[in-house]
């Protein structure tokens, strides 16, 4: 009788243990699993949180060359119109029986050429645009020292316009490589408003 109670006890105390085993083997896993778990989920969020700074930072930085872009263009037209206006002013006095020019708009445009220019220097991004601008901007210096002189040449206005036409080409072309503007080759910007060297056909030879 004892011996059954004992090999009973025993028994019982065998199937305590090996549930005990299960239960606490179940318990660790799910532990571990949790653990895993919350482990892969914080380096998901942190991943995120990343990945979402990354992105703002690059939206900062789009928006602000978006901006940067705008500022850029429109001082440069803004530049441009100032230097076509001053070459507009200049004009009849490639003609030796102008006169009617004012000297007071020459100045006042020249002033305009002078002032845009200097935003230009401010937020110029390339050494291109910012010497074609100076170029320019000599020139026109040039063209006013010749008007307060007093020299009413009509072949020396015909060279300052010729030059300063030239050199407003020059700055258009370093703006818009500047600015990333495509679609018309520069050769043509350079030769606008030049007249065209006609070729000789064969046997027309002078």
């Known amino acids: 009788m004892r011996l059954g109670c004992r090999v009973g006890a025993a028994g019982a105390w065998r199937i305590f243990y090996l549930v005990s085993a ?17 482990a892969i989920s914080l380096a998901l969020n942190r991943q995120q949180m990343n990945d979402a700074r990354v992105q703002r ?14 500022r850029r263009f429109d001082a440069y037209s803004q530049f441009s119109l100032a230097l076509r206006s001053y070459r507009d002013s200049i004009r009849p006095l490639e003609n030796q029986s102008a ?8 100045v006042a445009l020249a002033k305009s050429v002078n002032d845009t220019s200097a935003i230009v220097f401010f937020i110029a991004e390339t050494d291109m645009t ?40 020059e700055f258009q072309i370093a703006a818009r490589d500047e600015l990333g503007v495509t679609g018309i080759d520069r050769s043509k910007i350079l030769t606008r408003g030049v007249p ?6 064969p046997g027309n030879e002078e």
Do not use: F
Not at 196 to 201: F, K, L
């Open 22 to 38: 299960d239960i606490w083997l179940g318990a660790a896993t799910t532990l571990i699993g949790a653990g895993l778990g919350g």
């Open 57 to 70: 930072a690059e939206d900062d930085q789009r928006l602000r060359r978006r901006d940067s872009d705008a």
């Open 99 to 106: 006169t009617q020019v004012s000297i007071d708009d020459m």
């Open 130 to 169: 910012y010497e074609a601008c100076r170029a320019t901007v000599k020139a026109v210096l040039k063209a006013q020292d010749a008007l307060h002189n007093g020299d009413r040449s009509p072949a020396l206005w015909a060279e300052l316009n010729t030059e300063i036409a030239q050199l407003v080409r």
């Open 196 to 201: 065209a060297r006609i070729t000789p056909t």
